[in-house]
């Protein structure tokens, strides 16, 4: 290969990584500077106090943190707006930086005008309450689920708030608050003992259930068996 | 696109017309008259092991005899905290972690994490190194988008599209082998570059992928797009409008399929995506068979990308040259005190970040894969990984898909989400 001045494969690892011309590296989140996003005028004109600060970070991605109490209030503006019109909900997620606060996070995008916007809200560690957006973006449901239970913050008005990645008698907390410990609260011990204990019948949850009742498992004389629930 | 017309008539059913007319599926889920017997709905339980679910996924159906009255899937069977870990490990060190979480097409996620960690930290890698990520890239959107093809074609009874596209994959896995060493879990890339340049002949390796490659695609094209039974199992099944896509948080060929032409590499450019000729595949039914039309459609589109990439890629380093971000050469470390210095800080510190938050997307095989990551001033860890994983948002439609449907059709409505567990449950 022309480009290449390897002559075999091995060169490569002691050659390790070449030089490089360009050097590009400085101070990118700037809280400061004004942000040019058009969102941002917009909010603080129309929401004022809301509206707690706004900064550029990562070069160009404008953040906006809100008011928690006025979050759906702001948000459905957002999208309802027809100078907004963010219709696609990316992202919802948690940062927990281990202070007093976890801060939610939405990551928005807007077909329309192509532009994206992240909105925070930053909750009390002592109350984290926040509404769903759940009845804008469907694409919330299992997104906030994820944040309730990763980070324990409770979405009021979502339709089915539940664990969605641990198991739903899981006992230790959230995984990705900073005071968990990366091994889990409980020892390896107590952990594999609640798994042995763990009643294995106990497979369907109540929104499985919601049409049909209980399932039955029906035996070859036609009765249903016993123990099955 | 989208022209619904039968070519391969394999049926007996006269029903299923050949001469072009849109061909409805011969089980019409819908309109089935109440029957006069006392009937009750049954719940039933698919995976977590079970081959049509992917992988570890539980789908529990509420069904009124085959019609699928409600669905729930339960995921988390594969849960691996990746992002708790990666809290506890410097910012190279995660990026082992973000393969195994897609590991059908691991370079986009190795590239797409090390962008958002770039960007973050104002890091403006090499041309060549751009070059690279994009062949990377796009080499492994038609990785993961065979495997989609072979598998999605199975479960709708062809097996010879699975043998053809096994035979492409194969030749993916030796180009990723002689790139990394590894043939699926990669981690080609470091933050300010790649583990190491291209190996020799590996371009041409490709090159001679990209000549064999389109032929068994229009084999395969031959063998599905006008089967009739393939039409008759797809047309119509779970489709979803463009509105409801937007709201739902389809992305990737799942949400152009609903007739949204929504392409990260379009609509929020990075890597100069903008200057190569390429076009994003549209459907207009927003069903299981525009879902396959746009993954084929983008195999050939990625197969173009591709080669303009190799036309550009330019010689030159593949690192930036900035000693608190890339390992020194093995030579200079052993025979440069500076240089072992700043291994030596390397390693045992990391890559110090400045404060902020940087969430970058890119467009991966399965939708837009978003990477949002936090940092304190000076942090060599972040204070928060994120992963916006599509399959995971794609996958929280199910249930409004296959409402309505047959549960052998939930099965291909699952499989043409293209979704991957490990992303998913993370």
């Known amino acids: 290969m022309a480009n290449n001045p390897s002559s ?47 900064r550029v970070s990562a070069g160009d991605q404008t953040v906006v943190w809100v008011d928690p109490k006025q979050s759906l209030e702001i948000l459905t503006w957002l999208k309802n707006d027809a100078s907004q019109l963010y219709d696609m909900m990316s992202d919802v997620t948690g940062v927990d930086y281990g202070g007093a606060s976890v801060d939610v996070v939405y990551q928005m995008f807007s077909t329309t005008h192509k532009r994206a916007l992240r909105v925070r809200c930053e909750l009390p560690a002592n109350a984290l309450e926040i509404d769903s957006v759940v009845g804008l973006w469907k694409s919330a449901d299992w997104l906030e689920r994820e944040v309730f239970d990763l980070f324990g913050v409770k979405f009021r008005g979502h339709p089915d708030l539940r664990r969605i990645l641990m198991p739903d008698d899981y006992a230790e ?34 929104t499985d259930l919601k049409h049909g009742g209980t399932p039955q498992q029906v035996t070859a004389g036609g009765k249903p068996a016993e123990g099955v629930d | ?33 109440e029957p006069a017997f006392d009937t009750e709905e049954m719940l ?18 509420e069904l009124d005899g085959e019609t699928v009255l409600s669905v729930t899937p339960h995921i988390g069977y594969l849960h691996s905290s990746f992002e708790k870990l990666g809290e506890y490990r410097t910012w190279n060190q995660i990026v082992p972690l973000t393969d195994r979480m897609d590991y059908l097409a691991p370079l986009i996620y190795n590239c797409a994490y090390v962008m958002s960690v770039e960007k973050l930290m104002g890091i403006q890698v090499t041309e060549r190194c751009k070059i690279v990520r994009v062949l990377c ?67 041409e390796g490709l090159t001679k992928f990209l000549d064999e490659f389109p032929k068994t695609l229009n084999e395969v094209d031959r063998l599905l797009t006008g089967n009739q039974i393939h039409i008759g199992r797809t047309q119509g099944v779970g489709a979803i409008s463009a509105a409801d896509a937007i709201n739902c948080g389809l992305t990737g060929p799942n949400l152009r399929a609903a007739g949204v032409p929504y392409d990260v590499r379009k609509d929020r450019p990075y890597y100069d995506y903008e200057t190569y000729d390429f076009e994003v595949p549209v459907g207009e039914h927003g069903d299981c068979y525009d879902r396959y039309l746009c993954r084929m459609e983008e195999m050939r589109q990625s197969v173009r990308i591709l080669r303009q990439a190799i036309a550009r890629l330019p010689g030159g380093p593949i690192n930036v040259d900035d000693p608190n971000i890339s390992l020194p050469s093995k030579t200079d470390c052993m025979s440069d005190m500076e240089s072992m210095i700043h291994h030596f800080k390397l390693i045992t ?38 992963v ?39």
């Open chain 2, 349 to 386: 510190e990391g890559i110090k970040a400045p404060e902020g938050d940087c969430y970058l997307a890119v467009e991966g095989s399965k939708g837009e894969l978003g990477m949002y990551v936090v940092a304190e001033e000076g942090s060599t860890k972040p204070v928060r990984w994120r």
């Open chain 2, 137 to 203: 890239m796009e080499m492994d959107r038609i990785f993961g988008h065979l495997l989609w093809l072979g598998t999605t074609a199975i479960d709708v009874g062809a097996f010879t599209p699975f043998l053809y596209a096994f035979q492409q994959r194969e030749k993916i896995y030796k180009l990723h082998e002689a790139l990394t060493g590894a043939r699926i879990t990669t981690s080609a890339t470091r933050v300010g570059g790649m583990m190491a340049d291209l190996p020799p002949g590996w371009i």
């Open chain 2, 1 to 33: 696109m989208a022209t619904r017309n039968v070519e391969l008539s394999v049926g007996r059913n006269p029903e299923m017309g050949v001469g072009g007319l849109p061909t409805a599926s011969p089980l019409a889920p819908f309109d089935i008259p």
């Open chain 1, 173 to 206: 907390g959230n995984p990705l608050r900073k005071d968990f410990p990366l091994r889990g609260r409980f020892s390896r011990a107590e952990q594999t003992r609640r798994a042995l204990e763990q009643d294995v019948e106990r497979f369907y949850t109540a």
């Open chain 1, 8 to 54: 075999s494969a091995l060169d490569a690892v002691e050659l390790g990584p070449l030089p490089s011309e360009i050097r590009v590296r400085g101070a990118v989140t700037s809280a400061a500077a004004p942000s040019d996003h058009p969102s941002v005028a917009a909010l603080v004109t129309r929401f004022g106090a809301g509206i707690v600060r706004h």
């Open chain 2, 44 to 61: 039933i339980n698919i995976g977590p092991q079970h081959p049509a679910t992917h992988g570890v996924l539980r789908l529990v159906c």
């Open chain 2, 388 to 426: 916006r994983p599509p399959s995971f948002v794609n996958l929280s439609t199910i249930e409004k898909l296959a409402k309505g449907h047959l549960v052998s059709d939930l099965i291909m409505i699952n499989a043409s989400l293209d979704i991957v567990l490990g992303e998913i449950d993370r």
